[in-house]
Structures are given as structure tokens and as C-alpha cells.
């Protein structure tokens, strides 16, 4: 089965400085999403990425997948204190076709 | 539409006794997904629906578990004689096709098994 390791566990970083978040597969990824979740909260959205070499912002958050699809970053620039919270990579698995498998995500804490 | 629901968003339970869960997706979604997330772990797969058919379950849904999607439309979540380990988020995610599509996640319903 797939496996996704994110890194680092967990970061601390002073508002305003940029910050990358990693996320590596064991196999090929298929399709690689980037999540975040506020502590005892649902999962949002941020991106979704499929093609090797890929990569796709939103605001100030830019998500990128390497041309093997293997491992994909996050990269947060200027960070805000709303940039708080667990960032999550999933992956879908060809053979499977529907279910993701997640990294066991990433803690960010921006202080002020 | 206001996404996917999820209902309770706690629910406090005596070890043994039997819980459900509800899940609302967006209507126009055929598929629907139950992960369950442990503190500081990312969300593990339960099991998904496409319309009524349950088309995959993780070997983490004992027999105790057991999810239905009598009309393609909501879903429960049944965990009889709850254990413990049970205790965790479980999150509901629907999405209209395939991973393509990407999926859109409830709240969650928080079980405490005390």
C-alpha cells in the first residue's frame, strides 16, 4: 500500500516568513491533495495536483508536484497568523481509484 | 448547498453501549467516503460508497462497524458494542466522480468512549 511521510512533524515560524512544508510517496502518485485542518475540525481543501512538474497557487500558498510524482511541497510565503493549523497531503492510489491515503500531517504555529 | 454535514459533532458513550453517525453530502455527489482520524494521525479510510453500493471497506471496519447508503443519498455509520479504541474524529467526504474531482469533507463527529 502507499505510503506518504510528511516533513517536517511540526514547524514554528515568526508572521511574515516563508516556510515549506514536504510530502514524499513511497509509489507514483496518482493524483496528491494539500488539506488543512483547524484542530478537532473537518479538512478544507487547498489543492489538488496530477501532472508531473505541476504547480498551482492559491493567495499566498503554492503547491508543487516533482516530474516523477513522487514528492510534492507546499510553500507558504509571508506567513499569517490564519496560515495556523495541520496541514495534510493525501494521495490517491491508481489501483484504487477512490479512497486517499494521508501523511500524518504537518503542525504549523505562525506566531505574531 | 452548504457542503457536507455531519451529525453529532460530539458524542460522549459509555463503553458498550452502540452509536450512529450521520453523514449529509453535497447532493449532486455519488460518492461518499468515512475516514476515521486518531490525535495527531492524518485520517484513515473506513470504507465508500458509490450511490447505494458500499464498493470498498478498509480492514479497519471490524464487524462491529457497519456503514449504509439506503438511497444514495445520506449515510450512517452504526459502531455496536464500542470499545475504547473506538474513541477518535470520523470524518465524511463526498465527491461527485472519481479522485479527479477532489473531495469535500465534513466536520466531523468527534466519539469519546469513556
Known amino acids: 500500500s502507499q505510503e506518504l511521510e510528511q516533513s517536517p512533524q511540526s514547524l514554528i515560524v515568526q508572521e511574515g516568513k516563508n516556510l515549506t512544508i514536504n510530502c514524499t510517496s513511497s509509489?507514483?502518485?496518482?493524483?496528491l491533495y494539500w488539506y488543512k485542518q483547524k484542530y478537532g475540525e473537518g479538512l478544507i481543501f487547498l489543492m489538488m495536483?496530477?501532472?508531473?512538474?505541476e504547480e498551482k497557487s492559491h493567495e499566498k500558498i503554492t503547491a508543487k508536484l516533482d516530474e516523477k510524482k513522487q514528492q510534492s511541497s507546499l510553500h507558504i510565503t509571508a506567513s499569517q497568523p490564519s496560515h495556523a493549523g495541520i496541514y495534510l497531503c493525501?494521495?490517491?492510489?491508481?489501483?484504487?481509484?477512490?479512497?486517499?491515503?494521508f501523511g500524518e500531517g504537518t503542525q504549523l504555529t505562525v506566531n505574531p | 448547498d452548504t457542503g457536507v454535514s455531519q451529525d453529532p459533532r460530539h458524542k460522549i458513550t459509555k463503553r458498550g453501549q452502540n452509536v450512529t453517525f450521520r453523514c449529509d453530502p453535497i447532493?449532486?455527489?455519488?460518492?461518499l467516503y468515512w475516514y476515521r482520524q486518531t490525535l495527531g494521525q492524518g485520517p484513515e479510510f473506513l470504507t465508500y460508497f458509490q450511490n447505494e453500493a458500499q464498493l470498498e471497506k478498509s480492514r479497519l471496519l471490524s464487524d462491529r462497524f457497519s456503514a449504509e447508503r439506503p438511497k444514495g443519498s445520506f449515510s450512517t455509520l452504526e459502531i455496536q458494542r464500542t470499545e475504547q479504541g473506538d474513541s477518535a474524529m470520523y470524518l465524511c467526504?463526498?465527491?461527485?466522480?472519481?479522485?479527479?474531482?477532489?473531495?469535500?469533507f465534513g466536520s466531523g463527529t468527534r466519539l469519546t468512549v469513556v
Open positions: 495536483l496530477q501532472k508531473g512538474g
Open positions: 493525501g494521495a490517491a492510489e491508481e489501483t484504487s481509484g477512490s479512497r486517499l491515503t
Open positions: 467526504a463526498s465527491s461527485v466522480g472519481g479522485e479527479s474531482y477532489g473531495y469535500t
Open positions: 509509489k507514483t502518485l496518482y493524483g
Open positions: 447532493s449532486e455527489h455519488n460518492r
